[in-house]
């Protein structure tokens, strides 16, 4: 529907390379002087997207918040022989530690909750199961997990994040709800009237890690937000209309880490 | 990748059609007492998706903020007799208007921006053409324009939402600029650092309507920034990580009415 004209098309083009598509992942940063070779899915895109040439400089990063800047020394049959300059840290994550744990909505609702949710600054998303699931989790799940672990690694090198998101296993709501450590506050969502976000929000320590339980389209049962209050999570009201997961899960994450 | 089971897919429909999918738009509500026909994609959506019976009642409403029950008198030809039971107004609607001004993103990032405003409650969505601006808006214009009412249509009904989310013609940045009102506090949302969002919201009155600006993946130009500066728009800091345009746009809407 909406074109790409090629003039303008060549423009995003040196935008994207200048700030996003320059950055690598590496499953563990060398140190500064060393040089190491890069092989696989990243090198292809260096060498063959990005088009890197000797002699310019790379960012790395992998994951743990760790960023360095390298030199590309050559490359060649898909590998690229690096030289890494100098190592840092990225200070670029949110100042609360955030966990949305999330009824599964279905496959491409999903893919966008992952990119959203690493975007905002997320933590740590937990996928879950619950009484009212229209998903079946156990539909090749290993596919899902490499699958959603990629579009958040995607979303980390456009966004400038040095941290992985975390995405644990599809867990069950009852197991997910005693994943809640003391002193992070817990709340669940819910659509019938009562204290907002923002009130929610206002009690809590600058800081203050937060773990956030989203339900269902059909919504928890009552027996689950029983479950929460007896944990001791606040049931907060999302407002007036009714939010998919997907919606609810990026509301959430936008105004505990941006609001 | 995820598979829905036919047994939990049953349980889905129930759920859905209890809330949202007895509810059906009509142009112009009829007033209480009257009998009218309901046709085209409406009819077809009411008898042969949702396979309402005669005698049963389901929910109307105009986008304009009224709704009604009305129970089904018939179904033939694809044509729906009903007659109006009751007319009223839902108060469902965030407590302040939020116009959302962002640069036009591409197609499936578009349709997922104007689905998730109108779940957010946004009151109007201008996509906006701006110096740095990819996407070639006069592609097919009218096309989208439609595209975008029918999701923003059905995200009401799926919502609970009774006024429609207003979508204005693509207009240029400046243009864009120039409709704010005096009262209405405008923003301008940048990858520098500076005040947040936080901030910006504390300052607004309770109620008071805002203008929000998003540019591109490539952010606005200096010139622009200097306009919005001029005409009298906060410059407000998104964080550290770069967002994509309907991400900032999502999160701004999750901000400044649920937070």
Redesign the interface.
């Known amino acids: ?5 090629p003039a ?2 060549n ?2 083009e ?3 390379i200048a ?2 598509l320059r950055r690598f992942f590496v499953d563990q940063l060398p140190p500064a002087g060393a040089e190491f070779t890069l092989r696989g899915e990243e090198a292809h895109h260096l060498l063959n997207v990005v088009r890197v040439r000797a002699g310019e400089e790379v960012s790395l990063f992998d994951g743990s918040g760790a960023v360095a800047c390298a030199r590309l020394l050559r490359g060649r049959r898909g590998e690229a022989a690096l030289q890494v300059l100098s190592v840092g840290t990225a ?2 994550e ?1 100042a609360r530690k955030l966990t949305i744990a999330c009824a ?1 909505p ?2 491409a609702r ?1 893919d ?1 909750l992952v990119e ?1 949710c690493c ?3 997320v933590c740590r998303l937990v996928p879950m199961v619950t009484r ?6 156990l ?2 799940q290993e ?2 997990f490499l ?1 959603w672990r990629r579009i958040a690694l995607e979303a980390s090198k ?4 040095a941290r992985l998101m975390e995405i644990t296993a599809v867990l069950p709501f009852e197991s997910a709800l005693v994943t809640r450590e003391a002193e992070c506050a817990g709340m669940i969502a819910t659509p019938a009237p009562g204290p ?3 009130e929610f ?1 206002a009690k809590l320590h600058p800081g203050q890690s937060v773990i956030a339980f989203v339900g269902p ?3 928890f049962a009552p027996e689950e937000v029983d479950s929460a209050a007896r944990s001791g999570c606040a049931a907060i009201s ?7 997961v997907e ?1 609810a899960a ?6 505990l ?3």
């Open positions: 529907m909406v074109t790409i004209s303008r098309d423009q995003r040196e935008f994207a700030r996003a200070d670029v949110a599964l279905r496959s999903m966008f959203k975007e905002l600054g009212r699931s229209v998903v079946d989790p539909a090749r596919n899902h699958r456009q966004c400038g994040r907002g976000l923002a929000a389209e059909g919504g999302m407002g007036p209309r009714i939010l998919r919606t990026v509301a959430l994450a936008a105004c880490l941006l609001g």
